[in-house]
């Protein structure tokens, strides 16, 4: 005898089941969305206000410093010559290292973290999360240092009153393009670090590439390495700097702007290399 099998009840009639709909709208995520979520990173994570404020303090404090130190021991007479904006150049110099720090920690930490899988999962579009990174970080970097850098241009130039007046093309590269120069670093920095994909190691690149050549250099003492002992000197990021204040090491070499272009080129180098290695790896 055949056991008699339940039978579901029948539906009243009209009667209908929606299934659920959730309160909160769902839209197609777009750059906008990526560039949000990257501005709410950086401002939270407690690292970088440290960076920042120990590369503002670097920056200002430095870069008085020195001025107010100059002007103590030089005669009046010995300034007519001297540039006081140059006078900054010393703390941007050591205030990079800051930068190059935060724009390595701006991608490499997510993978030492794991919080990138998160941030994959939430948009799958690699290369978008890469370009929301660069964009927010450039912002970022190049508006404090353009603070940073006017600030003591502004206060260095009042201390020095018998300092030569400096031209307009002076106070553009001594404060506008120093603050591109050094943003373009940090975004290099952040191109290595997604490539890398470790903290310490990109870090570590990074600052080797910065001394490395002026290190390297003074020990080429053989008179057949004298081209290659001046291109190192020449290319060093440390010289690259000074050029916007005129005072590279060297009489040859780049000049004017040709820092800025050199660094968009090296720029667009690494970013493509971030982006093709990118899409190839897993996260």
């Known amino acids: 005898m055949s056991t008699p099998q339940p039978t579901s009840p029948p539906a009243a009639p009209g009667a209908s089941y929606p299934g659920y709909t959730s309160p909160i709208p769902v839209v197609r995520t777009h750059l906008g969305h990526a560039l949000a979520s990257e501005w709410t990173k950086i401002r939270s994570v407690r690292s970088t206000m440290w960076t920042l404020g120990v590369f503002v303090l670097l920056v200002i404090g430095i870069g008085l410093g020195t001025a107010a130190l100059v002007a103590a021991n030089t005669e009046g007479a010995d300034l007519e010559s001297e540039n006081a904006l140059s006078f900054g150049f010393f703390g941007l110099l050591l205030g990079s290292m800051c930068v190059i720090t935060l724009g390595v920690l701006t991608t490499a930490s997510e993978y030492g973290t794991g919080m990138i899988r ?26 404090v240092t353009l603070v940073s850098s006017v600030f003591v241009a502004m206060v260095d130039v009042a201390m020095m009153p018998e300092a030569r007046e400096p031209s307009g093309g002076e106070w553009a590269k001594g404060t506008l393009g120093v603050s591109l120069f050094i943003a373009l670093l940090g975004l290099v920095s952040l191109a290595v670090g997604s490539i890398i994909r470790h903290s310490a190691g990109a870090i570590t690149i990074m600052i080797g590439l910065f001394l490395a050549p002026l290190v390297i250099a003074l020990f080429m003492f053989s008179e057949s390495l004298v081209n290659v002992r001046e291109a190192l000197v020449e290319y060093s990021i440390p010289n690259l700097l000074s050029v916007f204040y005129s005072t590279s090491l060297t009489d040859t070499g780049p000049s004017g702007w040709d820092p800025l272009w050199i660094a968009l080129g090296v720029t667009a180098a690494a970013f493509a290399g971030a982006f093709a290695l990118l899409e190839k790896r897993d996260v």
């Not at 941030?119 to 999360?129: E, Y």
């Open 118 to 143: 998160t941030t994959m999962v939430a948009c799958p579009s690699r290369g978008r999360v890469l370009a929301a990174k660069a964009i927010v970080f450039f912002l970022v970097a190049f508006v």
